[in-house]
């Protein structure tokens, strides 16, 4: 089987954590501190505030933001659930906006459409490693005064027009194994406004500027040190993962183009994706995905039900209609396109895509 997604933790992984075991410094200490100084300078980002996981990353800069009650924040149903039960988390309703087509990111169109207001922020999400349309997301965030939350739990690197994942607002991230690059769990906040990167850090921790003092109230989403060595040894390798996962969506792009039945994923002019996921359209996505399966190639649908249509969504009282996205979570399918995967296994993805009686 080449699966979906092959967690890299190499002997560098492995020194880096027993340094810090042996070193009795085990939580928020000296290697968080140095995690989020190189993320920040890798991210092109003035500070970086590490979290315990990519969703509590979102929850605490939602509320460094001051989100809350009685507040809207707009995002998209395409996504994995975390995107919008952060909303929930800060007691503010989530808005979903539908998707574009070509690229599944949310649709600055439609964003404005939905903005009343009780609309206080925007989470654009750059899921599969591509990049949502952040100039004119700005230009609305902008132009209605709203705080631009971006979910970057998957694409870590990205560009667009030479600027890094980030550079519209706050940022956050996910460490989770099978992202771009882990911290087993693990998350991780960026801005370039020094009072969120205050705030924030006061959230992930009790609200504690100093020891046993505590001036609002926030959680223990704290990073461990253990964490962080890892975090460290991979930042050091994953530009390079990277570029082994834009190579190998080149290589799938160049040989399933002219497949019948099949789209591969669109790159937005400008952009640098990361592909988190290197994700298709398949004209009968069942079909495609038993055929798949039976040769032994491993494929993940991301997302197969939309935020909006979940059943706690439901129960919530959504009834939104999302035309796009819907059909998006019909059609959509996952390729392995991970950098561990060898010329052989690429070649077998592409003669198994290619025959597939759709
Ligand atoms: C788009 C997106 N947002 C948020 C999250 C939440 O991150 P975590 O699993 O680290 O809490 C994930 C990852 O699973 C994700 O893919």
Known sequence: MISISRPQIGEEEKAAVMKVLESGQLVQGPRVQEFEEKFAAWTETKYAVATS???????????????????????????FIASANCILYTNARPVFADIEAQYFMIDPMDIEKRITPKTKAIIPVHLFGQMSDMEPIYAIAQKHNLAIVEDACQSHGAKLNGKSVGAWGTACYSFYPTKNMTTIEGGMITTN???????????????SPKRYLHEMLGFNFRMTDLQAAIGLAQLAKV?????????????????????????????????????????????????????????????????????????????LGYEV?????????????????HPA?????????????ASLEL
Not at 297 to 308: N, Q
Request: hydrophobic share 40%; charged share 20%.
């Open 53 to 79: 996981s990519g969703t509590t990353a979102l929850h605490v800069a939602l509320l460094a933001h001051g989100i809350g009650e009685g507040d809207e924040v707009i995002t998209t149903a395409f996504s």
């Open 321 to 337: 209609s999302l035309p796009v996205t819907e059909q998006a979570a019909l059609e959509v399918l996952s390729l392995p396109v």
């Open 239 to 315: 530009e390079g993962w990277n570029d082994k996962r834009k190579a190998n969506a080149a290589f799938l792009t160049s040989q399933l183009k002219k497949v019948d039945g099949i789209t591969p994923p669109a790159v937005r002019p400008g952009s640098e994706p990361v592909f988190h996921q290197y994700t298709i359209r398949a004209k009968n996505r069942d079909r495609a995905l038993e055929q798949l399966g039976q040769k032994g190639i491993g494929v993940g649908v991301y997302y197969p039900i939309p935020i909006h249509m979940q059943p706690l969504y439901k129960k």
């Open 193 to 207: 406004d020094p009072a969120i990167a205050e705030r924030a850090r006061l959230i992930r921790n009790h609200g």
């Open 341 to 353: 995967l060898s010329q052989a296994e690429l070649d077998e993805i592409v003669k198994v895509v």
